[in-house]
Nanobody, 115 residues
Framework: QVHLVESGGGLVQAGGSLRLSCAAS????????MGWYRQAPGKQRELVAT???????DYADSVKGRFAISRDGAKNTVYLQMNSLKPEDSAVFYC?????????WGQGTQVTVSS
């Protein structure tokens, strides 16, 4: 079992910044991918950004140049720095941990961007 705890969501004005954190605990495997997905009301959950244990990253086109994902391997924590936030970024952001044979989601943290 892997337990994910997210933090850092909140309300911010358009153009502002937020930093999300997700700490993983439990049976952590050295080879894994962690990331962030988001789901707005009435929409499907979508990829925001992922980072492998080797440091390879992937971003949704809509956030490239504005968001940056990073991780601290020693702390089993992944971060999402979100800059130049837009109202359309408003959603519940979910942390994701996966290996070749397991997949876990966090409970989600709300991000609301006001115009």
């Amino acid at each position: 079992q892997v337990h994910l705890v997210e933090s850092g969501g909140g309300l911010v004005q358009a153009g502002g910044s937020l930093r999300l954190s997700c700490a993983a605990s439990g049976r952590i495997y050295s080879i894994n991918t962690m990331g962030w997905y988001r789901q707005a009301p009435g929409k499907q959950r979508e990829l925001v950004a992922t980072i492998t244990s080797g440091g390879n990253t992937d971003y949704a086109d809509s956030v490239k140049g504005r968001f940056a994902i990073s991780r601290d391997g020693a702390k089993n924590t992944v971060y999402l720095q979100m800059n130049s936030l837009k109202p359309e970024d408003s959603a519940v952001f979910y942390c994701d941990y996966r290996t070749a044979f397991a997949h876990y989601w966090g409970q989600g943290t709300q991000v609301t961007v006001s115009s």
